[in-house]
């Protein structure tokens, strides 16, 4: 008896075990089969959030910024370039002030700081009120557009800003605004270690950026209205 229940609890052990040998390569070779189309998902899912707010572009260059103020995550830079030259720069942001935690967004500067659009990417803020801040859902947005944050103040007007809050979601429009102006404030300390004309040397971008991915992408298509 004893004999017995010792073979089959080996044999238990070499069926598991190939069974999680088999398991093991079977997802092995679904994550290769599946992470080319993921990561094509990806870089079409970027292109187009960033297309939403920028001006035609072809190719981009991504990496990181601190913020202006070295606190807190960095922010993902995409500089945009059309003909060989930079046309615009699109930032990747966040602000931890969302009524419903924190959000992300894009905005897109050109050369001299003026907003080409922007727009959330990522929030959990209320349906109908704070997630007017998506372009797909209303216009209000469109106050930022054409607008240099250097003479425009990204704060609502209650807190004596020049932006007009969404009605019952003043605090989703400050959470907004504070994602705008971490953006401004981390492209125009990006800017100022650039010569006049020309764009950072990469000296100082080894000093000021940790850079994660510096890639181009071809993307020869449209970018969103100013």
């Given amino acids: 008896m004893a004999s017995k229940m010792k073979n089959s609890f080996g044999n238990m052990v ?6 999680a040998g088999i398991a093991s390569v ?12 993921i990561a094509k ?42 003909g060989g030259d930079v046309i615009a720069t699109a930032v990747k942001t966040w602000t931890d002030k969302g009524f419903g935690g924190r959000i992300w967004a894009i905005v897109c500067f050109l050369p001299d700081g003026t907003i080409n659009n922007s727009n959330v990417l990522i929030h959990t803020e209320t349906p109908g009120l704070g997630d007017k801040t998506d ?14 944050p250097e003479d425009f103040k990204l704060s609502v007007t ?21 994602a705008m102006q971490r953006a401004y404030d981390a492209f125009s300390k990006h800017q100022s270690k650039a010569s006049p004309g020309e764009q950072q040397t990469t000296e100082v971008q ?7 991915s510096t890639y181009t992408i071809k993307a020869k298509r449209k970018g969103g209205k100013k």
């Fill in 41 to 82: 998902a990806q870089a079409n899912k970027l292109k187009n959030a960033i297309a939403m707010v920028a001006p035609k572009f072809e190719e981009l260059k991504e990496f990181k910024v601190a913020p202006a103020d070295n606190l807190g995550d960095s922010l993902i830079f995409y500089e945009l370039y059309q």
């Fill in 158 to 178: 209650k807190d004596g800003g020049d932006v007009n809050a969404i009605t019952a979601a003043t605090i989703s429009s400050r959470a907004y605004c504070d």
């Fill in 26 to 37: 079977s997802l092995g070779f679904v994550y290769e089969l599946t992470k080319a189309p």
């Fill in 206 to 212: 080894k000093q000021e950026e940790d850079t994660v």
């Fill in 135 to 148: 372009i797909k859902n209303s216009t209000w947005n469109e106050q930022f557009k054409d607008k240099n």
């Fill in 14 to 19: 070499i069926v598991l075990g190939l069974v």
